[in-house]
């Protein structure tokens, strides 16, 4: 892949104390869900990873573990880099599950039922137009930069974009995404490319175009369709 063939990157903030209890992180701002030493060099390690790549611009969610892993990759980029941050990259709200442990709090029934809010937080369809709205912007911000742009969120930020957008055709990736705390993905009209601390397992889609249903999370401005409205070609961009 290209430098010039990358949209943007996204990469999810470095590890938590609640990472490594594998508790829900949420929307929580509590000690478990604040960045650990570790979180902090693997911050360090993403803007050394990208110094190289001409970041610009850093949009980052708001809480705590995102804000802290943007000045820390920021720093270690060096130059002028501006943050923007962005509540609407919040990560779907798990709501009582918050803080409490993976294993015993299973998130399959709303998975599969999108339509059922986790008791406390939101449904996974909510969570889902969310992201379709923010990453639409996000999308054309990046088609206006001379230089490139970081998004820095959660796993399942980054699951939305595979499942949604990228990888409708290939497995389903989990609440936690295709990469560890720490991992960065390069984004380009082919598809999500893992290019640090890929998770075991997580597949990728390149060199495919996107069908009306995929096109439909992301629809640009320019967009082309072919006849049956199978294909979407967008110059430039995705859809």
Request: charged share 30%; aromatic share 8%; net charge negative.
């Amino acid at each position: 892949m290209k430098i010039k063939d990358i949209l943007f990157f996204i990469g999810r903030h470095g590890e938590t104390a609640g990472n490594k209890k594998n508790i829900y992180r949420g929307w929580s701002n509590s000690s478990d869900a604040q960045l650990n030493e570790e979180g902090r060099d693997d911050s360090r390690k993403m803007g050394e990873f990208l110094e190289s790549y001409g970041i610009k611009l850093i949009l980052a969610d708001s809480l705590d573990r995102v804000q802290e892993t943007a000045e820390e990759v920021a720093a270690a980029l060096g130059g002028d880099v501006e943050i923007e941050y962005l509540r609407e990259l919040h990560p779907w709200d798990v709501g009582d599950f918050t803080l409490q442990p993976q294993e015993d709090n299973p998130v399959n029934e709303y998975l599969e039922n999108r339509g059922k809010a986790i008791p406390g937080g939101e449904t996974l369809a909510k969570f889902d137009k969310r992201q379709a709205e923010i990453f639409k912007k996000i999308v054309l911000v990046a088609q206006k930069m001379s230089g490139k742009v970081l998004v820095l969120a959660h796993g399942s930020n980054i699951s939305f974009l595979h499942n949604h957008v990228f990888g409708t055709d290939e497995p389903r990736v989990t609440y936690e995404g295709l990469v560890d705390p720490g991992g960065i993905i390069a984004v380009s009209p082919d598809g999500m490319t893992p290019l640090l601390k890929s998770r075991a397992g997580a597949g990728n889609r390149n060199g495919k175009r996107y069908d009306a249903k995929t096109a439909g999370y992301m629809e640009l401005a320019g967009a082309e369709k072919d006849g049956d409205c199978k294909i979407v070609q967008v110059a430039g961009g995705v859809s």
